[in-house]
């Protein structure tokens, strides 16, 4: 049976990058796959975080997955945190774990700054937690944004070692489904980097609770270059390449369609438009958002009844994978 396992973390500021690709292609991925989306807020404390922001954060990205389309009834939704066999499958697998292939990931590498000595241990073994959220469920597929390709292929990686060295087919090596036009939306700020939550700097992305002003002012001032014309030049032009691939995703089109439409206007008019059809798009999402977010009660009750569903699929998978290794259960 085709599963899909994903998630986001619960650490703010969800944007459009998130939307674009990850959320949207889930809402759409429900219909085919049995799904179990997660909350991740143990990848969340890789970095510090606030213990109350934590929590009204943890909410808010669950508000997030329903307001955008996702269904509690159809799919699983729950927090990593209140199933333990995510922490218990990562420290397993952790053991068999080589640190080479830890030290080939860029993420790790991104977030931990200068001072790497100084960063987590959590946050060296997130692509291990990651693998363990996936291979628990035994998810056949798993649709992220591009940034994940690494950590996903490290996944297969280690289902495919533990597979060889207990020499018995447990774990499935899952897919990545990376979809859609906007596959890795890049800062507004700066092209050569990805719009990311932890970006210091919010006029770095769109958020999906942002008002229209808040969404004018930052394409507004959304780097571009001086030439004149719309061309979609990825490697020469990549800020403007940028912002058409979030208009050719917004609005259900090819980037060459947007191109086409705009070929001979200043740029201003492709800002000025992509605000109207970012609020348009996002709009709605951030008020059914905030209507959600009026009952945390509600929201926890989802949480609760994701957990036990979740924790039915994935207890089984782990107790299979204890028994394999040879962990005695008395
Ligand atoms: P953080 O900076 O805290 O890591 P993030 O913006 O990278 O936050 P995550 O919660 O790590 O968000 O990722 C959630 C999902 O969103 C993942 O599937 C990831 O691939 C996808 N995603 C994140 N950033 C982008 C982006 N800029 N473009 C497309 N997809 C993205
Ligand atoms: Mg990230």
């Given at each position: 049976m085709a599963r899909i396992?994903?998630?986001?973390?619960p650490t703010g500021n969800l944007h459009l990058g998130n939307y674009l690709g990850a959320i949207r292609n889930w809402v759409t991925l429900q219909d085919s796959y049995e799904s179990v989306f997660c909350i991740v807020d143990l990848h969340a404390i890789t970095v510090w975080q606030d213990p109350k922001a934590l929590i009204r954060q943890t909410r808010e990205l669950t508000a997030a997955y329903i307001a955008a389309g996702i269904d509690p009834e159809r799919c699983v939704i729950f927090n990593q945190s209140a199933v333990t066999a995510?922490?218990?499958?990562a420290w397993l697998l952790n053991c068999m774990t080589p640190i080479g292939w830890l030290?080939?990931?860029t993420q790790f590498k991104e977030k931990a700054g200068k001072d790497r000595e100084k960063a987590s241990l959590g946050l060296?073994?997130?692509p291990v937690l990651m693998a363990a959220d996936?291979?628990?469920y035994k998810a056949t597929h798993v649709p992220v944004g591009e940034d994940q390709k690494q950590h996903l292929e490290l996944?297969?990686?280690?289902?495919?070692?533990?597979?060889?060295?207990?020499?018995?087919?447990?774990?499935?090596l899952p897919e990545p489904m990376i979809l859609g036009a906007a596959t890795r939306v890049m800062s507004l700020r700066d092209g050569t980097k990805k719009m990311s939550k932890s970006d210091p700097s919010d006029y770095a992305r769109i958020n999906l609770t942002d008002d229209r002003d808040t969404i004018a002012q930052k394409l507004k001032k959304a780097r571009t270059d001086s030439e004149p014309g719309v061309t979609y030049e990825p490697e020469r032009r990549?800020?403007?390449?940028?912002?058409?691939?979030?208009?050719?995703?917004l609005d259900g089109r090819t980037t060459d369609q947007v191109v086409a439409d705009y070929a001979d206007a200043p740029f201003t008019t492709v800002k000025t438009r992509l605000t109207d059809l970012a609020v348009e798009k996002l709009g709605p999402i951030a008020e059914e958002m905030k209507r959600l977010m009026a009952d945390p009660a509600e929201i926890d009750?989802?949480?609760?009844?994701?957990?036990?569903?979740?924790r039915a699929i994935a207890d089984p998978v782990v107790a299979e994978v204890r028994e394999t290794i040879g962990l005695l259960r008395p």
């Amino acid at each position: 049976m085709a599963r899909i396992f994903s998630g986001a973390q619960p650490t703010g500021n969800l944007h459009l990058g998130n939307y674009l690709g990850a959320i949207r292609n889930w809402v759409t991925l429900q219909d085919s796959y049995e799904s179990v989306f997660c909350i991740v807020d143990l990848h969340a404390i890789t970095v510090w975080q606030d213990p109350k922001a934590l929590i009204r954060q943890t909410r808010e990205l669950t508000a997030a997955y329903i307001a955008a389309g996702i269904d509690p009834e159809r799919c699983v939704i729950f927090n990593q945190s209140a199933v333990t066999a995510h922490s218990e499958l990562a420290w397993l697998l952790n053991c068999m774990t080589p640190i080479g292939w830890l030290n080939r990931m860029t993420q790790f590498k991104e977030k931990a700054g200068k001072d790497r000595e100084k960063a987590s241990l959590g946050l060296y073994a997130y692509p291990v937690l990651m693998a363990a959220d996936i291979l628990a469920y035994k998810a056949t597929h798993v649709p992220v944004g591009e940034d994940q390709k690494q950590h996903l292929e490290l996944t297969r990686d280690i289902a495919q070692r533990f597979n060889q060295l207990y020499e018995k087919d447990v774990l499935p090596l899952p897919e990545p489904m990376i979809l859609g036009a906007a596959t890795r939306v890049m800062s507004l700020r700066d092209g050569t980097k990805k719009m990311s939550k932890s970006d210091p700097s919010d006029y770095a992305r769109i958020n999906l609770t942002d008002d229209r002003d808040t969404i004018a002012q930052k394409l507004k001032k959304a780097r571009t270059d001086s030439e004149p014309g719309v061309t979609y030049e990825p490697e020469r032009r990549p800020e403007v390449a940028n912002l058409i691939r979030i208009y050719a995703a917004l609005d259900g089109r090819t980037t060459d369609q947007v191109v086409a439409d705009y070929a001979d206007a200043p740029f201003t008019t492709v800002k000025t438009r992509l605000t109207d059809l970012a609020v348009e798009k996002l709009g709605p999402i951030a008020e059914e958002m905030k209507r959600l977010m009026a009952d945390p009660a509600e929201i926890d009750r989802i949480l609760a009844k994701g957990a036990d569903r979740a924790r039915a699929i994935a207890d089984p998978v782990v107790a299979e994978v204890r028994e394999t290794i040879g962990l005695l259960r008395p």
